[in-house]
């Protein structure tokens, strides 16, 4: 009897060892991205005080909807830039300090998996981001963040990354393995004042990713390796060290990623990249603003226990219309009202609207208040500043706290440098060669503009590089737009009457990110080698420029801007016609 019940026990396990090497396994998975969040958590713009589409709270009513398709078997990834933007981020890190950072708190509510640092989240300074970090309760991502004296070390080392920032996470799906790269554009030397990342510095990414790639591969073996990169598809920003928007050329450069989800760049990609092994590799962005999410299906076939076959499919939904997610709103309704109550404080009076808009076609008024409130906090000589949204408007009447975010997008400090008037003057044509046109004929168009008949992407694209469209006040010139590119700018005279002298030293007043390089203007445009820029500065704040800005107009009480007049494009016969063109292509009648 004894032989007999251990020959049937022998005979029911050899059975059950054929059925599992015979058996086939079929796992599907959801990979859902969110990027460039930007403090867009809850329907309403805390600006413009008026209700939003999109947003976190419409997008978690999505996510909920897939959790329950797909249970587990669900990744929630951000993407970064998330702690600057709507004024409900500003009111967080600067104004309420001492509670839980509200972006990290939604992170956590919405039980994301991962998430990569972006290049807004470095900005708000150490105080801000170190206490986020801790925070945050899932993985912070950031492969190529590491600490000063680690930067570019050959052997990849956890201990080199930058302090409670992993280089890569592991998440385990119906026993799938995942592994999650992060990484971020390391062009941040060029936009931000050192001192507000001390102590860290930023690799290249394709040799980052490179090292990284290959310890992954030979320490955890995984099923699926994923990309998070806070970097553009390509372009931006290049230098003999890095690449600013890299993840196509990792993507082709660095075999092993089956999806690399990105963002940064603000634009909507869903494409396939042929890498340099002839493998496919997916990249997908979902852009900005929680308009749309990214997301990725996957299914996996597994035979004798071995993964025999991947298929992967990404796609770009759109959450604009989804219903809002009412519990989320609720347990985030005090600090959303707390936030209201912030940005509804009057800070004084406009005696006439103004508009961002008329800043590509002349003085504006918009514009030149900032210029004026510039030189009078600063002292300087002369001013440079860009229009930082495309078409804002602040109406006239009461200002509140809340229209000095539309009046100064971002929390830049406020730098004052040393140039020469002949810098000045070739930062200005590198500023106007890139948003003014060099006209053969009055049928031209005056600004950097496509053909009509492709108004909308030519709107996109002249949309998104506003920022780096600086005039100046404080001197009188001219922009002759039937001259070459590097031969539109004569300046005439200082602003005071006195002569402008291209040979002599003047204070220059800019915010930070231009002081840091940002754009280009001051390194290729005013001929500034990038190391110098340090030793250029004279003076610069320790609170973020819409700080100073407020305190003015808040002495000031009622304000009537003006446009100064002091700049004009030329000769007019031609340019006044093709501007009035240029502005119905691109803001309608």
């Not at 981001?129 to 050959?154: H, T």
């Not at 993507?251 to 963002?263: K, L, M, S, W």
């Not at 500023?431 to 060099?438: I, K, L, P, R, V």
């Not at 000031?556 to 494009?569: S, T, V």
Request: net charge negative; charged share 25%.
């Amino acid at each position: 009897m004894k032989k007999l019940f251990l020959l049937s026990i022998i005979t029911f396990g050899m059975l059950l060892n054929t059925n599992a090497k015979t058996a086939s396994k079929t796992v599907r998975l959801k990979v859902i991205e969110t990027s460039d969040v930007h403090g867009h958590f809850f329907p309403y713009d805390f600006m413009e005080k008026k209700p939003l589409k999109g947003t976190l709270v419409r997008a978690n009513t999505y996510i909920n909807k897939q959790r329950q398709q797909y249970g587990d078997n669900l990744l929630l990834i951000d993407n970064g830039d998330i702690l600057q933007g709507q004024p409900c981020v500003y009111w967080t890190n600067y104004v309420m300090p001492e509670d839980e950072n509200l972006a990290a708190s939604v992170i956590n509510y919405m039980k994301y998996d991962a998430e990569t640092v972006g290049n807004h989240d470095i900005e708000p300074g150490h105080k801000v981001y170190d206490k986020w970090i801790c925070e945050v309760r899932c993985p912070l991502l950031g492969a190529n963040i590491v600490k000063e004296e680690y930067k570019n070390a050959e052997v990849a080392q956890l201990e080199h990354i930058y302090t409670g920032i992993q280089p890569y996470s592991v998440h385990y799906k119906d026993g799938v393995k995942i592994c999650l790269i992060g990484m971020l554009t390391p062009a941040i030397p060029n936009w931000l004042n050192k001192s507000i990342w001390k102590g860290i510095e930023f690799e290249e990414m394709v040799s980052c990713a490179k090292k990284w790639v290959k310890y992954i591969q030979e320490k955890e073996k995984p099923d699926l390796l994923f990309g998070l990169f806070h970097s553009g598809k390509d372009g931006g920003i290049s230098t003999e060290e890095y690449e600013e928007n890299a993840t196509a050329a990792v993507a082709y450069e660095v075999p092993g990623f089956d999806i690399i989800f990105f963002g940064h760049d603000h634009q909507v990609h869903n494409e396939w990249i042929t890498n340099k092994e002839g493998k496919r590799v997916l990249i997908i962005d979902p852009s900005c603003y929680v308009k749309n999410i990214a997301e990725a299906e996957i299914e996996l076939t597994y035979k004798k226990g071995k993964l025999t076959n991947k298929s992967i499919n990404g796609e770009i939904v759109s959450v604009l219309d989804e219903d809002i997610d009412q519990e989320m709103l609720e347990h985030f309704s005090p600090q959303i009202d707390a936030v209201k109550q912030y940005v509804d404080r009057r800070i004084g009076r406009f005696e006439n609207p103004i508009y961002t808009r008329d800043s590509f076609f002349g003085n504006s008024a918009f514009t030149d208040l900032i210029h004026n409130l510039q030189l009078q906090i600063s002292k300087a000589d002369i001013s440079f500043n860009a229009p930082l949204s495309f078409n804002s408007v602040i109406k006239a009447g009461d200002v509140t706290q809340g229209d000095m975010f539309k009046l100064y997008r971002f929390e830049n400090l406020l730098f004052v440098l040393r140039m020469t008037g002949e810098e000045i003057r070739k930062h200005l044509e590198f500023s106007y060669d890139m948003w003014g046109n060099t006209m053969t004929s009055p049928e031209d168009h005056a600004l950097r503009l496509n053909d009509s008949s492709k108004e909308d992407q030519q709107r996109t694209g002249f949309q998104y590089y506003t920022f780096n469209f600086d005039s100046a006040a404080g001197i009188d010139y001219e922009v002759d737009l039937t001259k070459p590119d590097g031969e539109k700018v004569r300046i005439l005279q200082m602003s005071n009457g006195e002569p402008f002298d291209e040979h002599k030293w003047y204070k220059v007043v800019m915010n930070s990110y231009r002081a840091n390089g940002g754009g280009e203007l001051l390194t290729r445009g005013a001929g500034i080698h990038k190391d110098s820029l340090e030793s250029r500065v004279l003076f610069h704040t320790d609170m973020d420029q819409r700080h100073y800005l407020t305190e003015e107009i808040m002495k000031m009480g009622n304000i009537n801007p003006q446009p100064n007049n002091n700049w004009k494009f030329v000769p007019e016969e031609w340019t006044k016609p093709a501007l009035e063109r240029d502005r119905k292509q691109l803001f309608g009648k």
